[in-house]
């Protein structure tokens, strides 16, 4: 069988790559005849011109977000380029901080439909609840991840809440022919490494490469 490709381009100012790395490696290692490929930033947009099976984003937009002006790495061609990617059959996996900082009006969150608003300064205990009835809810030490997200465009298909509320987690779609999944889960090496983010991604993964029905 024909390996499925999967590129990633993760880490960022915020985000440690070599923690959301392992995190996807871990996700990944679970399922057959998967090629996963990371690539950098400059790297990018030839990666997705070859048309791989699925890209996975844990990038925010901001290259320096502590100027006064931040610099954006994602530009509107590019976003409209990862659109058209996913519109002619492509599959798309935007993981925590590829939710932040992209603009809400642009190609890349209209195609996501939602992004990530804000979260408490303080990490924390957040609770993730499933909406499939047949999943248990777990619980990590993280940054709670608050989005807006059309809800009524989308299938929720985790929530998340804490001692400062509730949000939606984790959403999934159709764009065109093809597929759109969001996961708000996680921050820090400990969340990142553990099971339940891993067992979600895997399944992520598998339905985003056709390797089960979406």
């Given at each position: 069988?024909?390996?499925?490709t999967?590129?990633?381009?993760?880490?960022?100012?915020?985000?440690?790559?070599?923690?959301?790395?392992?995190?996807?490696?871990?996700?990944a290692?679970?399922?057959e005849?998967?090629?996963?490929?990371?690539?950098?930033?400059?790297?990018?947009?030839?990666?997705l011109?070859?048309?791989?099976?699925?890209?996975?984003?844990?990038?925010?937009d901001?290259?320096d977000p502590?100027?006064?002006?931040?610099?954006?790495?994602?530009?509107?061609?590019?976003?409209?380029?990862?659109?058209?990617?996913?519109?002619?059959?492509?599959?798309?996996?935007a993981?925590h901080?590829?939710?932040?900082?992209?603009?809400?009006?642009?190609?890349?969150?209209?195609?996501?439909?939602g992004?990530?608003?804000?979260?408490?300064?303080?990490?924390?205990?957040v609770?993730?609840?499933?909406?499939?009835?047949?999943?248990?809810?777990?619980?990590?030490?993280d940054?709670?991840?608050?989005?807006?997200?059309?809800?009524?465009?989308?299938?929720?298909?985790?929530?998340?809440s804490?001692?400062?509320?509730?949000?939606i987690?984790?959403?999934?779609?159709?764009f065109?022919?093809?597929?759109?999944?969001?996961?708000?889960?996680?921050h820090?090496?400990?969340?990142?490494?553990?099971?339940a983010?891993?067992?979600?991604?895997?399944?992520?993964?598998?339905r985003?490469?056709?390797?089960?029905?979406?």
């Open positions: 069988m024909t390996k499925k999967v590129i990633a381009l993760v880490g960022d100012y915020y985000h440690r790559a070599s923690w959301a790395e392992a995190a996807l490696r871990l996700a290692a679970g399922l005849d998967v090629e996963l490929r990371f690539v950098e930033e400059a790297g990018f947009e030839a990666a011109g070859e048309g791989p099976g699925m890209v996975v984003l844990f990038k925010e901001r290259v502590n100027a006064d002006e931040p610099r954006r790495w994602m530009s509107e061609a590019l976003q409209r380029k990862a659109s058209d990617y996913v519109e002619a059959g492509g599959s798309w996996l993981w901080s590829g939710l932040a900082s992209y603009d809400p009006e642009g190609p890349y969150v209209k195609m996501l439909r992004y990530f608003e804000f979260h408490p300064a303080q990490h924390q205990q609770r993730y609840s499933p909406t499939a009835a047949d999943e248990a809810a777990y619980e990590l030490y940054e709670h991840y608050f989005v807006s997200c059309d809800e009524a465009n989308t299938n929720v298909f985790l929530r998340s804490s001692v400062d509320g509730d949000s987690a984790g959403w999934s779609h159709t065109g022919r093809g597929f759109v999944a969001c996961y708000t889960p996680a820090n090496e400990e969340a990142l490494s553990g099971e983010v891993a067992s979600t991604l895997r399944k992520l993964l598998a985003g490469l056709g390797l089960e029905p979406k």
